[in-house]
């Protein structure tokens, strides 16, 4: 009888700040107990070694933002079994996604001393937009626990895990104060997707989003909400443009406001 060859799985970056790569280092005793049951094939965070595809699982991080991430997108996608977009970035653009909103030569001039010598697309996209991917975890990092569920639930054949209802739910589990009702501080609880644990809120701070757009959110109560709290149009554009500018329904809900402004 063979022996059962295990599974390979493969950690890839894009345009990023490697907060989800690290989230997976982060794992420490959970990732060594999950490498009796998968090969960590191609890991350049963890390890130089190297090991060709094809690849059972590959977790990929950032944003398309150049013509070579697009075609590099491609190529994983072939080589994958199954293809994990891991955060923000993955998802919906994340923070450099900003650069949808205007004329992204103007960052580039700004930045670098030389602009003639970069090349880049006019957009930060999710892979979403390029190739079919199978799953997406939430987050700017993603939470390490919903990780290793998303891992286990492929290893064995369900799916995984997930949340879709707001940080509110969070903060009442908590037993939190509301900090919009209470001390009228703007927060994104209301239309953000819980996996946090409510962490801003708890320590008195409004909700920034982290882990995007929950399920059907109602955006447009929230910025009347913003509005009696004293917000400005251009502060209430500011506050959907964070880590999920490019998602649908805040991308929508801060043009609105980007209008009004005009």
Same mark, same amino acid.
């Given at each position: 009888?063979?022996?059962?060859?295990?599974?390979?799985?493969?950690?890839?970056?894009?345009?990023?700040?490697?907060?989800?790569?690290?989230?997976?280092?982060?794992?420490?005793?959970?990732?060594?107990?999950?490498?009796?049951?998968?090969?960590?094939?191609?890991?350049?965070?963890?390890? #130089? =070694? +190297?090991?060709?595809? !094809?690849?059972? /699982?590959?977790?990929?991080?950032? @944003?398309?933002?150049?013509? $070579?991430? %697009?075609?590099?997108?491609?190529?994983?996608?072939?080589?994958?079994?199954?293809?994990?977009?891991?955060?923000?970035?993955?998802?919906?653009?994340?923070?450099?996604?900003?650069?949808?909103?205007?004329?992204?030569?103007?960052?580039? #001039? =700004? +930045?670098?001393?030389? !602009?003639?010598? /970069?090349?880049?697309?006019?957009? @930060?996209?999710?892979?979403? $937009?390029? %190739?079919?991917?199978?799953?997406?975890?939430?987050?700017?990092?993603?939470?390490?626990?919903?990780?290793?569920?998303?891992?286990?639930?492929?290893?064995?054949?369900?799916?995984?895990?997930?949340?879709?209802?707001?940080?509110?739910?969070?903060?009442?589990?908590?037993?939190?104060?509301?900090?919009?009702?209470?001390?009228?501080?703007?927060?994104?609880?209301?239309?953000?997707?819980?996996?946090?644990?409510?962490?801003?809120?708890?320590?008195?701070?409004?909700?920034?989003?982290?882990?995007?757009?929950?399920?059907?959110?109602?955006?447009?109560?929230?910025?009347?909400?913003?509005?009696?709290?004293?917000?400005?149009?251009?502060?209430?554009?500011?506050?959907?443009?964070?880590?999920?500018?490019?998602?649908?329904?805040?991308?929508?809900?801060?043009?609105?406001?980007?209008?009004?402004?005009?």
């Amino acid at each position: 009888m063979g022996i059962k060859r295990k599974p390979k799985l493969a950690v890839w970056k894009f345009a990023s700040c490697d907060g989800c790569q690290l989230t997976v280092l982060d794992c420490e005793d959970e990732l060594l107990t999950l490498t009796d049951h998968i090969e960590l094939a191609y890991f350049l965070e963890a390890s #130089s =070694a +190297v090991k060709r595809g !094809p690849y059972d /699982i590959s977790i990929a991080e950032g @944003s398309v933002t150049t013509q $070579q991430d %697009v075609e590099r997108i491609h190529k994983i996608r072939k080589a994958s079994k199954l293809l994990i977009g891991a955060g923000a970035c993955a998802s919906s653009g994340g923070i450099q996604a900003l650069r949808n909103f205007t004329n992204v030569k103007d960052f580039v #001039s =700004a +930045v670098y001393p030389s !602009p003639e010598y /970069i090349k880049t697309l006019d957009t @930060s996209t999710p892979f979403s $937009q390029h %190739v079919p991917v199978d799953y997406e975890l939430q987050g700017c990092p993603i939470n390490k626990h919903q990780l290793l569920d998303a891992i286990s639930s492929f290893l064995h054949g369900r799916k995984p895990n997930s949340t879709s209802y707001s940080v509110c739910i969070e903060c009442k589990r908590r037993g939190n104060v509301c900090v919009m009702v209470a001390h009228g501080i703007p927060c994104m609880g209301p239309v953000t997707r819980a996996g946090c644990n409510a962490l801003c809120p708890t320590y008195n701070r409004g909700c920034y989003s982290c882990y995007g757009p929950k399920e059907t959110p109602n955006t447009a109560s929230l910025s009347t909400w913003f509005r009696r709290l004293g917000m400005k149009e251009d502060d209430i554009v500011r506050i959907f443009r964070t880590y999920y500018s490019n998602a649908e329904p805040f991308r929508k809900e801060s043009k609105l406001h980007e209008k009004d402004e005009k």
